[in-house]
Structures are given as C-alpha cells and as structure tokens.
C-alpha cells in the first residue's frame, strides 16, 4: 500500500515563504508515474495546484506557476512544494497526491480532478496571516 506523509505545513507572513514535504512509504517515487499538491480552503473544494510527472515535467494552476516550484528528490522518495509570496489565498489544508498512470496522455496533462489520483496523504495546513 502506497503512504503519503505531508509535513512543512504551518503559519507564514504574507509575502513569506513555506517549504512543504511528501515522504512515499511502500513504493519508491518512480513507480509512480504522476505527483502533485491540492489544496483545499474551508468551505471550497478541492483544487489543484502543482504536479510533476516522471520525467520531472511540471504543470501549475494559473495563479501560483511564477510564485511554487515543485519538485522530487533524486533518490525520489520525497515530492517537494516550494511557496513563495504566500498570499492569504494561498491558505488552506495542502495535499500531497499521487498515481501509477501518466500525468499526461492523450494530449493533455490529466491532473484536475480528485479522480486523476488513487494515492491521498492526510494534508499539512498552511496559514497565510497579515
């Protein structure tokens, strides 16, 4: 069974920065073909955020692409999320998530929806304040 642990959560100034951790338990990162972050703020759903597939392509929802940089270690046992800039948007319980299929097939980068991922860690909070 794949384990996804987020860590690096917590309470940042607005313009500041946060560095969020997955660890992969049970299988090693490039047995997963497609990784990335959601977020979710209270009372909205899910979204996503920053994905990263097995030849480290990246794709970024419109809004945070020139503010977080995702990333896996070279051993590939840990998925990264660099924020920079945070704003108090950027708030909310981040995701580490991840699959066995492509990110990208068809055409298209498959990453929007909860769907597109089989594997869910527990979720690290982060605090955007004045």
């Known amino acids: 069974q794949v384990r996804l642990v987020e860590s690096g959560g917590g309470e940042v100034q607005a313009g500041g920065s946060l560095r969020l951790s997955c660890a992969v338990s049970?299988?090693?990162?490039?047995?997963?073909?497609?990784m990335g972050w959601f977020r979710q703020a209270p009372g909205e759903e899910r979204k996503a955020m920053a994905f990263?597939?097995?030849?480290?392509?990246?794709k970024y929802r419109d809004g945070v692409k020139d503010r977080f940089i995702v990333s896996v270690t070279n051993t590939k046992d840990k998925m990264y999320l660099e924020m920079n800039n945070l704003q108090h948007g950027d708030a909310g319980l981040y995701y580490c998530?991840?699959?066995?299929?492509?990110?990208?097939?068809?055409?298209?980068?498959?990453?929007?929806?909860?769907?597109?991922?089989?594997?869910w860690g527990q979720g690290t909070q982060v605090t955007v304040s004045s």
């Open positions: 998530a991840a699959d066995k299929r492509l990110c990208f097939y068809g055409g298209a980068w498959r990453v929007w929806n909860l769907s597109d991922f089989k594997y």
């Open positions: 049970e299988v090693t990162v490039s047995a997963l073909y497609c």
């Open positions: 990263i597939d097995h030849m480290n392509a990246t």
